[in-house]
């Protein structure tokens, strides 16, 4: 009941063009939902994040859409380049007496080819 | 600001035996959790220590355990060694939690654990 499912689990995209990363949960106590990029060798990075109560958050290129009713989310990176070459994860936060515990969805590997 | 620092990064280990890995938190940050990465299972949360108690554990047997010292250091620990344990073990701190708020988890690089 706590998990987050993510889709696809791989993307090719061309240098310029639009990245859509999908995820989807279950758990209506989820109160944040962060993004995080991973980069071989190194930790998950925060890229951005949106609670519950927006539809919609933008940060530069990368814009997170939110549809509550749906219970669902969705990355899109706009005008995407090689250096966003990576692995990105989706995630559904709870948070119990002051505890955060974050449920990952698998990942999603992009390549974005030149 | 110092980000979260894992020490060691790389260490291996035979079946059976323990092993102690290390997180200092971003200064300032109390609650210390640790994540288990693996190609098959991906991110699992493991537990999450504030003010030196375990205040939340994920879905893990007891030869996965914890603790954490007064300068909210953590270290966590495994015992008896399995194949399976291999993984790259992610320690993450963040500010104090309420619902809704924005602090976010901060990541180390990891401890990269192989078991033969």
């Known amino acids: 009941q706590q998990q987050v499912k993510q889709s696809p689990q791989s993307l090719i995209v061309q240098k310029g063009g639009i990245s859509i990363i999908n995820c989807a949960y279950e758990?209506?106590?989820?109160?944040?939902f962060p993004w995080y990029q991973q980069f071989p060798g190194k930790g998950p990075a925060l890229l951005i994040a949106i609670r519950p109560d927006v539809s919609e958050k933008k940060e530069g290129r990368f814009t997170i859409s939110f549809n509550k009713s749906a219970k669902q989310f969705s990355l899109h990176i706009m005008d995407s380049q090689p250096g966003d070459s990576a692995t990105y994860f989706c995630a559904a936060r709870i948070t119990r007496a002051g505890s955060y515990q974050l449920t990952f969805g698998k990942g999603t590997k992009l390549s974005v080819i030149p | 600001k110092a980000g979260v620092t894992q020490t060691p990064r790389y260490l291996i280990k035979t079946r059976g035996q323990q092993v102690t890995l290390s997180c200092s938190p971003i200064s300032g940050h109390r609650s210390v959790s640790w994540y288990q990465q693996t190609p098959g299972q991906g991110l699992q949360f493991l537990f999450e220590?504030?003010?030196?108690?375990?205040?939340n554990k994920g879905n893990f047997p007891g030869r996965f355990s914890g603790r954490q010292f007064s300068n909210s250091r953590s270290e966590m620990n495994v015992s008896t060694l399995e194949l399976g344990d291999s993984a790259l073990y992610l320690c993450?701190?963040?500010?104090?939690?309420?619902?809704?708020?924005?602090?976010?988890?901060?990541f180390g690089n990891g401890t990269r654990l192989t078991v033969t």
């Open positions: 758990n209506t106590a989820f109160d944040y």
């Open positions: 993450a701190s963040s500010l104090v939690g309420m619902v809704g708020g924005n602090s976010p988890l901060h």
């Open positions: 220590y504030f003010s030196e108690t375990q205040r």
